[in-house]
């Protein structure tokens, strides 16, 4: 790029490559700066189901997953699987209001569901595989004129010296980039197992302390789950034991299941995700952070309103979903 760039993105995890594609093949040129590549970003330890969409009617966050689970069913992208799977929860009577209208959509009868699960229904939602969908949306970017730097800035208004316009997608680290309190570290431990033959994804709720989670990618299941309010990214063996334990009390194939990686994540977690806009001097910043654990469920429909920000001058003018 050898013009200055119309719109710098800070970021380029999920939050940022999304956002940045949505401005550059929207026309725009358009610089990341980023202090990671994408594949050492948060986002590559998300697991990462998206949807039910479970949202009040009223909640942006509703319109936000509405339009990422059409874009993920509409578009079809390397890493990215339409699966059925079951949702379930400890409590009888314990389904979720909204959760009818997902595709897949059947309660499951008392012989069917898993031992000490007293609610339990199947859906069919796309599963995403994130080493591979980062790649894709990191070469989709290039693809459309856009630039990428591991190249972090100090500060807001060094990134306004960049571009005129500047969408903030830092997650966690919009911390120090905009002294936001609100934001607080979710320490998420991602188990990597060999795939012993499962196909259908599990997913227990609510999202507690514990919970059991399975997704299955092919040759490998990615297990979940715990989180804590902590900066702590160093594994822990016992954690390690106590999830595949859960997961393999669903799945009993499970138990003997070769580890292959275990990490931890920081998600970015706030009381709401940040999408607004904001002027610092002449420049115009646009936020978009602060998804918890949902970057990659919300992600298409807020690249697309922080798209919008930036593109009008810090307005949005779409109509009400």
Same mark, same amino acid.
């Given at each position: 790029?050898? +013009?200055? @760039?119309?719109? &710098?993105?800070?970021?380029? $995890?999920?939050?940022? #490559?999304?956002?940045?594609? /949505?401005? =550059? ?68 009577? +314990?389904? @979720?209001?909204? &959760?009818?209208?997902?595709? $897949?959509?059947?309660? #499951?009868?008392?012989?069917? /569901?898993? =031992? ?206």
């Amino acid at each position: 790029m050898t +013009a200055r @760039p119309d719109v &710098v993105v800070l970021g380029a $995890g999920v939050t940022g #490559l999304s956002t940045g594609i /949505r401005l =550059a093949e929207g026309g725009a040129r358009v610089l990341i700066r980023t202090a990671e590549p994408p594949a050492r970003t948060t986002s590559m330890q998300a697991s990462a189901l998206v949807g039910p969409n479970l949202s009040p009617p009223d909640d942006p966050q509703r319109a936000w997953t509405d339009e990422t689970l059409r874009v993920l069913r509409d578009e079809p992208m390397p890493g990215v699987t339409l699966r059925e799977g079951v949702l379930a929860a400890r409590p009888a009577g +314990a389904t @979720p209001p909204f &959760v009818e209208q997902t595709p $897949g959509f059947r309660p #499951l009868d008392e012989h069917e /569901r898993p =031992a000490g699960f007293g609610t339990a229904f199947t859906v069919r939602l796309p599963l995403v595989d994130m080493p591979v969908y980062l790649a894709y949306l990191q070469q989709r970017f290039l693809d459309a004129g856009g630039e990428l730097r591991t190249e972090p800035v100090a500060s807001l208004d060094e990134a306004a010296t960049v571009a005129p316009v500047v969408v903030n997608c830092t997650g966690l680290a919009a911390r120090a980039l905009t002294g936001d309190d609100e934001l607080y570290p979710v320490r998420g431990p991602k188990i990597v197992v060999r795939n012993p033959g499962i196909e259908r994804f599990f997913l227990e709720a609510p999202m507690t302390p514990t919970w059991a989670s399975i997704f299955p990618h092919g040759d490998h299941v990615v297990l979940g789950g715990a989180q804590r309010r902590s900066d702590d990214t160093t594994p822990d063996p016992d954690e390690e034991r106590d999830i595949v334990a859960r997961c393999a009390a669903i799945e009993p194939a499970l138990a003997g299941a070769e580890v292959l990686a275990h990490t931890v994540g920081l998600r970015p977690g706030r009381p709401a995700p940040r999408v607004e806009s904001e002027r610092r001097g002449d420049a115009l910043v646009v936020h978009n952070y602060g998804h918890a654990g949902n970057g990659v469920m919300l992600s298409w429909g807020c690249a697309r309103d922080a798209a919008a920000l930036a593109q009008g001058g810090g307005t949005t003018d779409r109509p009400d979903e």
